[in-house]
């Protein structure tokens, strides 16, 4: 095992743009063997266990109590998966260019964690750790972890390293999560895929037609073929043909419960701008909830790459920019709950500590003292006769890798001209056989940046089609799209194209309506307004506050912002400095103040 201490690099993130040689030459980094002074370190964070020779230290599908930083003796690993089947510890030594005997042995100095630790949830293990001999080890809780991280610069940079490392590899291979069984290009097992995928959930899809390790597991549950595909959980739960929302409980990613005293602040909307709000304000010790109606990341997480963000010269993709961001806001204590969508905001309440009441769609209320939107945009439908009934079924309103293996040498159709289209349109490009992008205007250069112009003029497999637009949908529901016709609002000629996979990218609106009947005034066209643009007679806000008081909007949903990933995430960092005059307005909680 390696024991230098690598150089900081830029880090990586759970997101599906890894290769496995940047993995392969991150080995030392996502295996770091930990020197005398800093075990020392760790000792204060955690207390000292002893397990005799033979003894499980925890089981796969368990939740585990914490990091483990061995400091005598070895354990052995046996990763397994819901199936119960041993991981295949060679593919991943090979992923990640180890000797396969490194990889099943964990010795003195080392760690034993994973990055689901940090989220304050049960963390279930994906292997069995047993002592080699007598095994004595320094564990660490999840709450003293995130204390370690935060107090030890150093350390704590090298441990949070090695823990996103790890979670990257375990999704390149497709492990340490749920498994899929259903047929590959099914419609639910894209929806599930696409949904774990922005989560950064580790999965692996078995199609019963190619893998004999579908079959007795379909013997056993005999789903009928609406209850399929089935999900095997890593605790060897299994859900037939979830819907997103019960994926999302099954994983833990839905809180079970709220602090009983109300939050300095809920976050509304877990994309950049809402992210940004709970790192800055988690960092300087406010105590924050974010509440995502989907999965983090927001428009941000469906980008492929984004190359415009200060500090990314070759690019990022959204998503792994975005997950970095999740595990930072949980470094600094952020509580999050997924697939939980805010129904209703009630600012009525009134007395000495008014709080804000959220309703959130499974009929719960968490209580705040100050709220901050960020509910950014929403994709917006073209009028395209039968569009709902493909969607899901060929049409997608984003681009993601789960997206580009579907259509890999195969043609494909793309509605819009602004940036998001192009971005797209260049990505896809290099999975599929020709991109036909169909733009409603006379050209590209009023509505798209000149770098994604010039990219897409250099693609060979991209054909721009202007002046055109989208006529019908052809295809069933059942088999799903196999056509597209369009039109040329010059000429009036149309033409029908077979593809079974079309891309709309044809805007977005704000998402503000659940706003409705709070008092917040909004713009024409539904953006909130805030500061000046928000004032009564009987009060000017602060310059991101709305027109209630102690609610606040950033990012895309308000009216006046500008709709890029830096301008969401400036206005997140600028709003705690508000936030903080507006908790100081309201005075202690009696919570802190019983604290001073
Ligand atoms: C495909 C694509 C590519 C892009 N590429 C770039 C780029 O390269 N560079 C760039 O600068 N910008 C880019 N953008 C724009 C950029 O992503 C947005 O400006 C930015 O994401 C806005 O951030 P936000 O946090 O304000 O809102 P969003 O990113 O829209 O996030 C809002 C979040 O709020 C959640 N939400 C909504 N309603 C509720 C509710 N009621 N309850 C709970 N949660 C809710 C949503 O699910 C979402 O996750 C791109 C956009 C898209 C769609």
Redesign the pocket.
């Known amino acids: 095992m390696p024991h230098e201490h690598e150089p900081a690099g830029d880090g990586a993130s759970p997101g599906p743009a890894t290769s496995n040689a940047a993995l392969a030459s991150r080995f030392h980094q996502m295996f770091p063997v930990l020197s005398a002074g800093e075990i020392d370190r760790v000792r204060r964070f955690g207390e000292v266990r002893r397990f005799p020779a033979g003894e499980l230290l925890f089981h796969a599908g368990e939740a585990v109590p914490g990091m483990y930083v061995i400091l005598s003796g070895r354990v052995a690993i046996v990763p397994r998966d819901g199936l119960g089947q041993a991981v295949p510890v060679a593919a991943f030594a090979q992923l990640i260019g180890a000797p396969v005997e490194e990889m099943t042995e964990v010795v003195p100095g080392e760690v034993m964690a994973e990055i689901g630790q940090l989220s304050g949830r049960p963390d279930l293990s994906v292997f069995d750790a047993r002592a080699v001999g007598d095994v004595e080890a320094i564990v660490v809780p999840p709450e003293a972890l995130r204390a370690l991280l935060v107090a030890e610069a150093e350390l704590g940079e090298r441990i949070l390293r090695a823990l996103i490392l790890r979670r990257v590899a375990l999704i390149e291979i497709g492990f340490g999560g749920p498994v899929l069984v259903g047929a590959l290009e099914s419609p639910d097992v894209t929806r599930l895929s696409h949904f774990l995928e922005r989560n950064a959930i580790p999965f692996r899809v078995v199609d019963p037609e190619e893998d004999g390790d579908a079959s007795p597991l379909l013997a056993r549950f005999a789903p009928k073929p609406s209850e399929l595909p089935i999900v095997v959980m890593p605790d060897g739960t299994v859900l037939k043909n979830p819907t997103k929302l019960e994926l999302a409980r099954a994983l833990g990613l839905v809180a079970t419960s709220f602090r009983s005293e109300p939050y300095d602040v809920a976050v ?8 940004a709000t709970a790192v800055y304000g988690a960092s300087e010790g406010l105590s924050i909830l974010v ?19 200060l500090g990314f010269p070759t690019g990022v993709s ?1 998503q792994a920019l975005m997950a970095r961001a999740v595990t930072q806001a949980q470094k600094f204590g952020v509580e999050f709950s997924l697939s ?4 209703r905001l009630d600012s009525t309440g009134s007395g000495p500590d008014p709080v804000h009441i959220l309703e959130l769609a499974d009929g719960r209320r968490v209580r705040a003292r100050t709220v901050v939107v ?6 917006r439908r073209p009028e395209i006769p039968n569009l709902a009934q493909f969607e899901g079924r060929g049409v997608s309103y ?2 993601s890798p789960v997206e580009a293996r579907l259509c890999r040498d195969r043609d494909v159709v793309l509605l819009g001209g602004g ?2 289209a192009g ?2 349109a260049v990505f896809l490009a290099s999975h599929a056989r020709q991109v036909s992008m169909l733009v409603r205007g006379p050209g590209l250069s009023s509505t798209m940046s000149r770098y994604l112009i010039d990219r897409i003029t250099a693609s060979p497999n991209i054909a721009v089609l202007c002046d055109t637009e989208i006529v019908e949908l052809l295809g069933t529901p059942d088999q799903g799209l196999n056509g597209v016709g369009w039109r040329n609002r010059r000429t009036g000629v149309e033409e029908r194209h077979g593809t079974a996979h079309l891309f709309l ?1 044809t805007g ?1 609106e704000p ?1 503000a309506t ?1 706003l409705t009947g709070s008092g917040i005034p909004l713009d024409e066209k539904g953006f909130i307004r805030t500061g000046a643009d928000a004032r009564s007679p009987e009060r000017v806000p602060l310059p991101l506050e709305t027109g209630v008081e102690g609610v606040f909007a ?5 009216c006046g ?1 500008v ?6 995430i400036g ?2 960092a600028s709003v705690v400095a508000q936030l903080h005059t507006s908790l100081a307005r309201l005075g202690p909680t009696p919570a802190s103040a019983m604290r001073a």
């Open positions: 509304v909307g877990a994309g950049p701008a809402g992210l509440l995502e109606a989907l999965a983090f990341g927001g428009q941000a997480g469906a980008s492929a790459r984004i190359e415009n963000y959204g939980t969508e805010v129904r960020a509910t950014g945009a929403r994709y984003w681009a940036n998001s971005q797209a990218f977005a998402a659940w950033v990012g895309d949903v308000r912002s709709k890029r990933v830096g301008a969401a206005e997140g």
